[in-house]
């Protein structure tokens, strides 16, 4: 059968070629090579991304906001992304079909929403995940990171392990680990902005429930003393919790900042190698 496909994304048609190439790719083996190794032998790997206070996904409000520019952030994505923007439309089957090109009434919404109208309206989680899947914020970089461990489920089910082994395959070799340092303050922070920055944090470990570790500096204040713990959050279980936690002989953290924000974590690292995503 011949499929006919016809797309006006660049993007697409990029990533569409780069596939169709990638499935030639065995015919470029060096000689005398054995091709690629079956996934339970490839070598296993964790990532690190290293996160203090910034955004991890566009609230409702923020897509309101000017750039620096002084562009509205959503008219600059729809401009941006025209045809994207024309899919997440008829995706989430927000205006009827007469006039499903045109219409601006996502935009409008959006001035109407407070900051925790993702998890309120059908619309507005969609639009701002599809935002956010666009802009540079921590999100965007765990769900392309993540795809790692799916591409390894992928393989593993290809070469014949069925689903439950590749499962266990993927979960033994990839791990990501994001070292958001001060994920606790902010999730009992009494500003709104920073308490969104932790329930987008707890969104991405509800969906990703497997292979995401989210690592944090706790202080517990005595009336004598101060200590320090290294904690790592999963989503696994009913709600993300955490699951590991190490007392630290002082505060890790004494210079710049992200790089002992990471160093403290390395306890969570499965695998031969350590790859570093700032």
Not at 57 to 83: C, G
Not at 250 to 264: D, F
């Amino acid at each position: 059968t011949t499929l006919f496909l016809s797309t006006d994304s660049k993007d697409f048609r990029r990533i569409l070629i780069f596939y169709i190439f990638s499935l030639f790719s065995h015919k470029l083996e060096v000689a005398g090579s054995d091709g690629p190794p079956l996934t339970v032998d490839m070598k296993s790997w964790s990532v690190f991304t290293p996160h203090y206070k910034e955004d991890c996904m566009l609230s409702i409000s923020k897509l309101s906001d000017n750039t620096e520019d002084q562009v509205d952030t959503l008219d600059f994505l729809r401009t941006a992304y025209k045809h994207e923007w024309r899919n997440l439309q008829e995706r989430i089957d927000f205006v009827d079909s007469t006039d499903a090109l045109h219409s601006t009434d996502i935009e409008d919404y959006v001035t109407k929403v407070g900051d925790f109208a993702p998890f309120n309206s059908k619309y507005s989680k969609e639009l701002s995940v599809w935002a956010s899947n666009r802009l540079q914020v921590l999100s965007r970089t765990v769900r392309g990171m993540m795809k790692y461990r799916e591409a390894i489920k992928t393989l593993a089910n290809l070469e014949g392990f069925g689903p439950e082994k590749s499962e266990m395959i993927a979960s033994r070799k990839f791990r990501y680990v994001v070292t958001s340092q001060v994920y606790n303050e902010l999730k009992n922070s009494d500003k709104l902005d920073q308490q969104w920055i932790a329930e987008s944090i707890d969104m991405l470990l509800r969906e990703y429930p497997e292979g995401l570790v989210i690592s944090y500096v706790d202080k517990h204040q005595s009336q004598t003393d101060s200590a320090y713990y290294s904690c790592a959050v999963t989503g696994q279980g009913r709600s993300p919790s955490s699951r590991y936690r190490v007392k630290l002989p002082g505060m890790p953290i004494l210079g710049e900042g992200k790089p002992e924000n990471q160093n403290h974590a390395i306890i969570f690292t499965r695998g031969q190698y350590l790859q570093v995503v700032g």
